[in-house]
């Protein structure tokens, strides 16, 4: 393995320090400094985030023409292989946003400010939030950090999650990118054969959490930003402890424990056991250091900039038809009613509007802090986001993923691994909630 230079070192140490202060230590109360960022950038657009948001999806849809009917080489390129599903998906988002905009009927949708006010203002938060944490998290990704907690982490996989050492680096990339960057990572890794299909399919429903800079948008949608830094660690935390009750019990431990081909011998895999295992971390962290550059940092805005466009595009139209089963129709209180008294037994305020909460993070990891973002105490919304993440499959994103993956994952394998998830996790995180507030 290349031996990396004093230099490469001290690259790493600077801008490792950097991306940990960014994201990772409370410089305002409990507000890391990426949320204040964020929040200053939300400050001075104002209302005008609106028109970000209108523009960005304009724009959107102009590329699909482009790329569609006049068959323009730079528009294809821009949408890359995105299924024709997705680009109607896409323009429906414009629309809905534009009949949001114009209050056109039917006004108990798109005139309400808790059903259409509400999409136009998860938008904006999204937009913002996601572009500003998706470009300073190349501080994480090219600095090294991800590769240095992942050596370091390789001892403990296979002790605790039955998981080869790679899914340290799995996971810390879902944390700090996003569920769809885990579920694909992890896809690699089983084609490659450094997973089983059990290890897989464990790496994606109990890893492919999202990112540190959704987080940041949950906890700003359910106004509790100032719990940002504690909700990090306890969400990390949980992710850990969830993988390792969860990959020793039905469904995740009756997987098959076989490799793609079939076979149970894994591929050759020769790695550098040079130095300690310390030593081995700061050489590859400091490798990867290199990769950092200023290019590289007007790249990442660019990437954000997309990554939020897109993702604004797809939740509008799954949140504005939520949002309207939400409000005008009992299903979700119908759904949640067996699950209101689990809830007011372990003490937790405003049971009741609590309860629909639980069920809606399958749908959108959104739509649950959206649900409670008003009118509901301030420990149960801490409750709601933290669970949300926690059960991590939700379909708009990691969901679609692994349904799409080569990982073998069914409908209903998600939907049982996303029951056992939540049930384990709602007498944890009360308790959590119950000594923080």
């Not at 005008?328 to 009741?352: E, H, N, Q, Y």
């Amino acid at each position: 393995m290349e031996k990396a230079t004093k230099r490469d070192v001290m690259r790493f140490a600077v801008l490792g320090l950097i991306g940990i202060f960014l994201y990772f230590i409370p410089v305002s109360g409990s507000s890391v400094p990426v949320v204040l960022i964020v929040n200053f950038i939300k400050g001075i657009l104002g209302d005008n985030l609106k028109y970000v948001v209108l523009f960005a999806l304009a724009l959107l849809v102009a590329i699909i023409i482009g790329a569609r009917f006049f068959k323009n080489e730079a528009c294809a390129k821009y949408l890359g292989n995105v299924s024709t599903y997705k680009q109607i998906h896409y323009c429906v988002a414009l629309l809905v946003v534009l009949a949001v905009w114009f209050n056109l009927p039917p006004a108990a949708i798109f005139a309400d400010p808790n059903i259409g006010g509400q999409v136009l203002t998860l938008a904006g938060t999204v937009m913002s939030t996601v572009s500003i944490c998706g470009w300073f998290i190349v501080f994480v990704l090219k600095s090294g950090i991800v590769e240095f907690f992942g050596t370091l982490l390789e001892p403990l996989m296979r002790p605790l999650f039955k998981m080869p050492g790679p899914a340290a680096v799995n996971c810390l990339s879902s944390y700090v990118v996003s569920a769809a960057v885990g579920v694909y990572m992890t896809d690699q890794y089983y084609e490659s054969k450094v997973y089983t299909q059990r290890e897989a399919t464990a790496a994606a429903v109990c890893f492919s959490t999202i990112s540190v800079g959704y987080i940041g948008v949950l906890s700003s949608i359910g106004g509790i930003e100032n719990m940002y830094g504690t909700l990090l660690l306890l969400t990390f935390v949980m992710v850990f402890v969830m993988t390792v009750i969860t990959v020793r019990i039905p469904p995740l431990s009756r997987v098959p424990n076989t490799y793609i081909d079939g076979t149970t011998e894994p591929a050759d895999a020769a790695a550098s056991q040079e130095g300690s295992r310390f030593q081995r971390a700061v050489n590859a962290a400091a490798l990867r250091s290199r990769d950092f550059t200023m290019a590289e940092f007007w790249k990442s805005l660019v990437s954000a900039l997309k990554f939020a466009q897109t993702i604004i595009a797809y939740m509008i139209p799954i949140v504005i038809v939520t949002l309207s089963l939400v409000h005008l129709t009992p299903l979700f209180t119908w759904l949640g009613k067996p699950i209101a008294p689990v809830l007011s037994l372990l003490g937790l305020p405003d049971a009741a509007a609590v309860a629909p909460a639980v069920l809606l993070g399958f749908i959108e990891v959104s739509l649950p802090a959206i649900s409670v973002s008003t009118g509901v105490a301030a420990q149960s919304v801490f409750f709601v986001v933290m669970l949300s993440i926690s059960q991590i499959i939700f379909m708009t994103e990691a969901g679609n993923a692994m349904l799409g993956s080569k990982m073998k994952i069914s409908f209903g394998a998600l939907v049982v691994n996303f029951v056992v998830r939540t049930v384990i996790c709602i007498p944890i995180i009360a308790l959590l909630s119950h000594l923080l507030f």
